[in-house]
């Protein structure tokens, strides 16, 4: 190696140096981990090797809840999301008056702590014994009937989470939306006008096909985002997710880590692996999609 | 002619479409609008509001005539807030500051430096970059355990430095700057040390100053890695700060004192956010993500 | 279908802050723009002739005045329902659909008993692009086409819903020079077999002069002039119009008129019966030099170019505003052109004069 080299390699150094130790060796190892049976973290031994931990994991009820969450939230926010970001986008391109006020009010939960803000979602959804919470007091105002949507049924606590979850990703979508939208050439929209285009036709036969690879992005990265999601679930309901079943799979993985069910790298291994699998899955057949519908320029 | 009441209809029409276009936009962004700020006007209304008044109302109040800053002095004193946020302060200035300089020193040597092996590197640390961190979370949790280095500022940091994702950014910004440049100052001697510092930052200062914001921003943020790390009071962040206080806080269940703290811990990147306002945008659509 | 322009103005309200001052991008224009001819409106950039064809389509409102195709008024008709046709500077082709989406796309617009079936539709499509020479390429992109087939494209979707007007917004100005001549001579062409009132807007004099059957000289928003490009350019009504047109430009000298006589420094040019004493500008176009040993005008000789048929005799003289002198003569007399000095008579028929404070055209 000579001198020019390993003046490179100096520079590289402390990156390489991180990744290796943070990144690529834990890559194998958890690998190594997930096929580990029996692994015991206190005296570092296993029983041997197999499939047993994801079997395990894939027949922990826990898991499964997990599992059924996670898509829940996956299939209900991500288009709700994305549907909610184009629109408010569109709208925003186009007004003049207010439109930077508008843009920076809807960033702002971008910057916020999750785990703070959601502290406000829940005491505005929470019913306890001295107040039914806001909400309810403005569903019953409306003639329905209160519900508890952080201690009550299923489905009420599935949509604080999902409506959390919307209000969290919104402002990242939104922002680069909007972007996408304003760097579209007007020239595109004035000839379609003096074509006699209506304006419903010009936004699904331009607007669209001009923004599509900013949406499948966008597509594609809350496919990604959504399932990962935790910190939303624990800032609404608390640490204990299980008992609220309202675990994630990322959930479950850090449960089985650490915590009052924790010291099972194991089976957590076999967890995170099964969650990039799906995660990968997902995006290829996103991927093979966009290919058919996406204009790259 | 039978055209010019046509024309005059579809004028009105037009115009009474575009009107009501207009009502319809402006309605549903300020709707929207009330959706975002709504949880902060809560936060900061029912943190000045005091316990008793707070409890005694069944109908909550939109407004109060008595504000108080008295949860204001119980966040502070009852539980270790002012502990949490220093915390966090050190957490995010040292994470960000050597990331900076990791991503830095890697950008400009695969941008600028030329050496065997460097596509082959490059294409594997873009490769990194689709690895999830929850998949090498559990290694480097046992990792840090086994290196007894839990509870430590140590152990928070160092797995937070570094980030692929930063260094194509970055790298990309680099490879930019015309060769001349460097050329030119070859010839007049300048180390390359000196050039990356005296040049090259100083022309993609834009770029150093998005990656810096996103950084503050997420460590600010950060929840799982500091979670599984600390569970001593005295090394917890923000996020790990606001969970406590929610389980175990004031003794009883204070949502005022607890709004209190939610408002101390979201003010400082609200503050950063309403100065760099447009800077922070910027930045975030160039390189931010967050789904 | 005829189009007239009824005090057309419009004004832009100043965008910086400081000065209040407001641009007035087109500037009362009145005028009648036959029916089925082609038109050019000309001026150099930045006069607003773009405005003006975004007024006529719809795309910007007029702040006063009115347009009216044929009989009916459309001044604030939104451009959706205009029914013309527009050839973008930058042609504006969809870059997501083929030649033949794009050509069919305003089709897919029309409602009601407008309304076409698909069959139709690429059947009519079809038959533009032939007219446009591009029926080869129907399936490709547009960015798999040379400029001058997107311009086609361009062409022929402006062309196929059977537009009442067809605008153009410098179709020329992004194909190479070769590629200009042709297409220009192919725009006259189609609006020839057509017969569909067009206007084109350009800054380019030759180009418009060219192809046009009337040109709209403007510039500042305003119309200097309008004609047939000969006439324009045999009687320009003021120096303005007299230096845009032609090339090489007109040649300016400052003179004045003394006793019914016009004179360049000392010397007696041209006779100008009727003209009271005054100073003016003296136009003279390059074709109205005459060689003469014994002629007035006596110039500095700077070199001969001979271009074959002709000979352009450059040659410079204190009283002229251009840079240098261009006069085209014909090669028979090249063996006149002397060595240092050059005098020449003039052509009166090629000599306009105009008032030097008015820079109107003084007729004699």
Not at chain 1, 136 to 165: H, R, S
Not at chain 3, 52 to 65: H, I, M, S, V
């Amino acid at each position: 190696m000579d001198k020019k080299d390993a003046k490179a390699w100096l520079y590289l150094l402390p990156a390489i140096l991180f990744l290796g130790v943070f990144m690529v060796y834990p890559l194998i190892d958890v690998l190594i981990y997930s096929f580990e049976e029996g692994y015991n973290s206190a005296s570092q031994t296993s029983f041997g090797v197999g499939s047993y931990n994801y079997s395990y994991v894939l027949h922990d009820p826990y898991f499964l809840q997990a599992i059924k969450n996670t898509f829940i939230l996956v299939i209900f926010t991500v288009p709700i999301s994305t549907g909610l970001a184009l629109l408010i986008s569109v709208g925003l391109s186009s007004i003049q008056k207010l439109r930077d006020l508008f843009q920076t009010i809807y960033f702002l939960p971008y910057v916020t702590n999750t785990l703070a803000v959601g502290l406000v979602f829940m005491i505005l959804f929470k019913q306890t014994p001295y107040s039914d919470g806001l909400v309810n007091l403005v569903i019953q105002f409306f003639g329905g009937e209160a519900v508890d949507f952080i201690g009550g049924p299923y489905w009420a606590k599935m949509f604080v989470l999902c409506f959390y979850t919307v209000w969290v990703v919104l402002p990242f979508k939104i922002l680069i939306l909007t972007s996408a939208l304003a760097s579209v050439n007007e020239q595109y929209y004035n000839a379609a006008k003096v074509d006699g285009t209506s304006r419903f036709r010009i936004f699904t036969r331009i607007t669209i096909p001009m923004i599509s690879p900013t949406l499948f992005y966008l597509i594609i990265t809350g496919f990604i985002g959504a399932f990962k999601a935790y910190s939303d679930a624990v800032a609404l309901f608390g640490t204990d997710l299980n008992a609220a079943q309202m675990n994630t799979i990322v959930g479950y993985i850090y449960d089985m880590l650490y915590g009052n069910s924790g010291g099972y790298p194991s089976y957590a291994s076999a967890a995170a692996i099964i969650l990039f699998t799906i995660v990968l899955t997902i995006t290829c057949i996103n991927l093979l999609v966009s290919k058919k519908h996406v204009h790259y320029a | 002619m039978s055209n010019q009441n046509l024309y005059e209809k579809i004028e009105k029409s037009a115009k009474n479409r575009q009107r009501a276009r207009n009502v319809v936009i402006y309605t549903l962004l300020t709707v929207w609008g009330l959706v975002v700020l709504f949880p902060f006007y809560w936060m900061v209304l029912s943190s000045v509001k005091s316990y008793s008044a707070y409890s005694s109302e069944y109908i909550p109040k939109f407004f109060t005539l008595s504000p108080t800053f008295e949860n204001y002095v119980d966040a502070f004193t009852t539980v270790p807030l002012a502990g949490y946020l220093l915390n966090t302060l050190i957490f995010t200035v040292a994470t960000t500051a050597i990331m900076l300089v990791v991503t830095i020193l890697a950008a400009f040597a695969f941008a600028r430096l030329e050496f065997r092996g460097k596509d082959m590197l490059f294409t594997l640390f873009l490769s990194l970059m689709m690895i999830p961190n929850e998949l090498v979370i559990i290694t480097n949790f046992v990792t840090i355990t086994n290196l007894e280095l839990r509870n430590t500022f140590m152990g928070l940091i160092l797995p937070s430095v570094t980030s692929v994702f930063y260094i194509y950014l970055l790298r990309e910004n680099f490879a930019q700057i015309p060769d001349q440049l460097y050329y030119a100052a070859k010839v007049d001697g300048t180390s390359d040390f000196k050039y990356l510092w005296k040049v090259m930052i100083p022309i993609c200062k834009p770029t150093i100053v998005t990656v810096t914001i996103l950084k503050v921003i997420e460590c600010w943020n950060s929840y799982v890695w500091p979670r599984l790390i600390t569970d001593d009071q005295a090394y917890f962040l923000v996020s790990n700060g606001i969970q406590e206080i929610r389980e175990n806080g004031f003794g009883r269940e204070n949502i005022p004192a607890m709004m209190a703290a939610v408002v101390v811990i979201s003010i400082p990147l609200i503050v950063l956010f309403l100065i760099f306002h447009k800077k922070i945008m910027e930045g975030v659509s160039r390189g931010g993500t967050k789904g | 279908m005829k189009v007239v322009l009824e005090n057309l103005t419009k004004i832009f309200p100043s965008r910086n802050k400081k000065s209040k001052e407001d641009v007035i991008a087109v500037n009362d224009f009145t005028i009648e723009i036959p029916d089925g001819k082609l038109i050019g409106l000309l001026g150099p950039s930045g006069c607003g002739k773009s405005t003006a064809l975004n007024l006529l389509c719809g795309l910007q409102k007029p702040t006063r005045g009115k347009i009216f195709f044929g009989e009916d008024e459309v001044t604030n008709l939104p451009a959706e329902n205009r029914g013309v046709g527009m050839v973008f500077q930058n042609y504006a082709l969809y870059p997501h659909l083929t030649v033949l989406q794009n050509i069919i796309f305003p089709l897919q617009n029309l409602k009601g008993e407008e309304k076409m079936t698909k069959e139709a539709m690429c059947e009519k499509a079809l038959e533009v692009a032939k007219l446009v020479q591009i029926d080869e390429l129907m399936e490709r992109k547009p960015s798999e086409l040379s400029g001058g087939q997107q311009q086609r494209v361009a062409i022929a979707r402006a062309l196929v819903k059977m537009p009442k007007i067809l605008l153009m917004d410098e179709p020329l100005s992004n194909l190479d020079a070769r590629l200009r001549l042709q297409t220009r001579e192919e725009i006259r062409r189609i609006q020839r077999e057509t017969k569909i009132t067009t206007i084109f807007v350009t800054h380019d004099q030759e180009e418009a002069m060219s192809i046009s059957d009337m040109i709209i000289v403007m510039k500042d928003g305003v119309i200097h002039q309008t004609g047939k490009p000969q006439e324009v350019y045999d009687d320009p009504k003021n120096l303005f119009v007299a230096k845009f047109l032609g090339t090489p430009p007109i040649n300016v000298f400052q003179g004045c008129v003394k006793a019914e006589r016009l004179y360049i420094g000392d010397a007696a040019v041209l006779d100008v019966k009727g003209v009271e004493d005054r100073q003016v500008y003296i136009g003279i176009r390059p074709e109205g030099f005459v060689l003469d040993e014994n002629g007035p005008l006596v110039c500095k000789l700077d070199e001969v170019e001979v271009m074959g048929r002709d000979i352009t005799v450059v040659s410079k003289h204190d009283l002229c505003e251009n840079v240098e002198i261009r006069s085209i003569i014909s090669s028979e007399n090249m063996a006149e052109v002397g060595t240092e000095m050059v005098r020449f008579t003039l052509k009166p028929k090629k000599v306009h004069i105009f008032d030097k404070v008015t820079e109107e055209r003084i007729r004699f």
